[in-house]
């Protein structure tokens, strides 16, 4: 615990509201309750947790106590703020939940506070892409709008004065699951695949967290390609629909004319897929989510088609970084769980794929990563702490090479592919048990990749 933690704890007063684990959506917490003069006091399970410098030198007088969840102090309060990184599981909040303390989060604390109408993404793939391409067309619609919560700035800092006329919020599960009064104007699950299956107790654990998105009365979009979701419906509400496949009456998909692919709405032709900036069936299937959220938050289709024209994707989301003797490379470092690799491939698999995967597998079984690499992926090039797990469950289906870095994978990339192959990072895995964050892992991929392209000799 730090000198100053340690002189705040004695203070031992009661406070109403205790943030339990600090870092950036802790800090936000602080900093919202500090400017509307509310006290409260922080938590945290590490000695020196991030934001804890700034905490100290903003709120000099704040109690704090680090190296573990102090007891005493949550069950003074009223509420806990607890953030995302912390399961509401933890012995110490089913304590103080039994005992009457109120457990909540930094989403549900926006939901008391903001007026404007909300835009909630949620799901295991593609929730950053839609989030920023809601924000996009909103934009280019003329609407003063906001995007944050799980991208970008927290759900709390982007409350003003002054309210938008509309805000656009990415969920996680972890956020979900201290949410309780959202009233989304819009609101959907993406789709369902194995994720986080280290803090869930199975996949209809996970899906029901998500599923939270949907509380309220606004407009539920539902794919319904994803079985999962497709449970979620509720034949009380409005529901809009999207599918890869061609749509109904009333709902978004795919038609085909002149030997090309529409988004469509009904039979109503929107855009040919040729026209998009962005590719893949991934994004496609992320273009006619974020028309649909769109279309349930009264925004023209025209802004949102010319964005589609013209936005070229995330960074680190199946990002092309270089073609090279008839080879093109990808970066999709974003890829940190199963069912996002799984995208990515079916997106590109009308080329051999060499596959670079590896990292913290967090609790996943990767089933449905061996389906999809049947037939698509000519060779498996695995590294970091869950290469055993993938090797035994992709070797039947494909050639595998292990090696012990990403560097070295690029290496052998680099040596076996051949003209018409994709080389594709698409980890399938968290990235912390080699790296920073999967930033981190994309900037070391992309050097790699420049240093080979560029020097055209092995690295």
Same mark, same amino acid.
């Given at each position: ?11 031992? !007063? ?62 003074? +309060? ?35 506070h903001a007026d404007a109408p909300v835009v909630s993404i949620?799901? =295991? ?14 934009? %280019? %619609? ?28 990415? !969920? ?8 309780h009064n959202l009233n989304s104007l819009a609101a959907t ?11 869930? =107790? ?32 509720n034949v009380n509400r409005e529901i809009i629909r999207f ?100 995208? +990515? ?16 597998? /967090? ?18 090039? !695995? ?12 070797? =039947? ?17 680099? /040596? ?13 895995? =968290? ?29």
């Amino acid at each position: 615990m730090t000198e100053k933690s340690r002189m705040n704890k004695q203070h031992n !007063l009661n406070v109403d509201t205790v943030i339990v684990g600090l870092g950036v959506t802790g800090l936000s917490c602080a900093r919202f309750l500090g400017s509307r003069g509310l006290s409260f006091a922080v938590t945290d399970t590490r000695e020196t947790p991030p934001g804890l410098v700034e905490l100290m030198e903003e709120f000099p007088n704040t109690v704090i106590s680090t190296s573990e969840l102090d007891l005493d102090l949550i069950m003074s +309060a009223k509420q806990c703020l607890v953030s995302p990184g912390i399961s509401i599981k933890t012995p110490a909040l089913i304590d103080a939940e039994q005992a009457g303390v109120e457990i909540i989060g930094d989403i549900e604390l926006f939901a008391r506070h903001a007026d404007a109408p909300v835009v909630s993404i949620t799901g =295991a793939n593609g929730k950053s892409t839609v989030t920023t391409l809601v924000y996009e067309m909103a934009k %280019a %619609a003329g609407l003063d709008v906001r995007a944050g919560g799980n991208l970008g700035l927290p759900a709390l800092d982007l409350i003003d004065d002054i309210e938008p006329d509309l805000y656009i919020l990415e !969920l996680s599960s972890f956020q979900l699951e201290t949410t309780h009064n959202l009233n989304s104007l819009a609101a959907t699950v993406l789709n369902i695949s194995e994720d986080h299956m280290d803090r869930y =107790a199975g996949i209809a654990d996970y899906a029901g967290a998500k599923e939270r998105v949907y509380q309220g009365s606004g407009a539920m979009i539902i794919n319904s390609d994803d079985p999962a979701v497709g449970r979620m419906t509720n034949v009380n509400r409005e529901i809009i629909r999207f599918t890869l496949n061609e749509p109904m009456e009333s709902e978004f998909g795919i038609l085909h004319k002149d030997n090309e692919a529409w988004l469509a709405f009904g039979d109503q032709y929107l855009i040919s897929i040729s026209e998009m900036k962005i590719q893949g069936l991934h994004n496609i299937s992320n273009a006619l989510a974020a028309l649909a959220l769109g279309r349930a938050a009264g925004i023209a289709d025209e802004p949102m088609l010319d964005v589609l024209r013209t936005w070229p994707g995330l960074s680190h989301r199946c990002e092309w970084i270089a073609e090279h003797n008839g080879v093109d490379w990808y970066n999709d470092s974003k890829g940190t769980n199963e069912g996002a690799t799984v995208a +990515a491939i079916n997106g590109f698999a009308d080329r051999p794929i060499i596959l670079i995967a590896g990292g913290d597998g /967090k609790g996943a079984k990767f089933n449905d990563l061996a389906t999809a690499a049947k037939g698509a992926v000519k060779q498996a090039i !695995l590294f970091g702490k869950d290469a055993p797990l993938l090797e035994n469950k992709l070797q =039947a289906v494909t050639e595998i090479i292990r090696v012990k870095d990403l560097a070295e994978a690029v290496k052998v990339a680099g /040596k076996i592919a051949v003209k018409g192959d994709r080389v594709l990072l698409s980890p399938a895995c =968290a990235s912390l048990d080699m790296f920073k964050n999967y930033i981190v892992r994309a900037e070391e991929f992309i050097k790699a990749v420049n240093e080979f392209v560029n020097q055209g000799v092995e690295i």
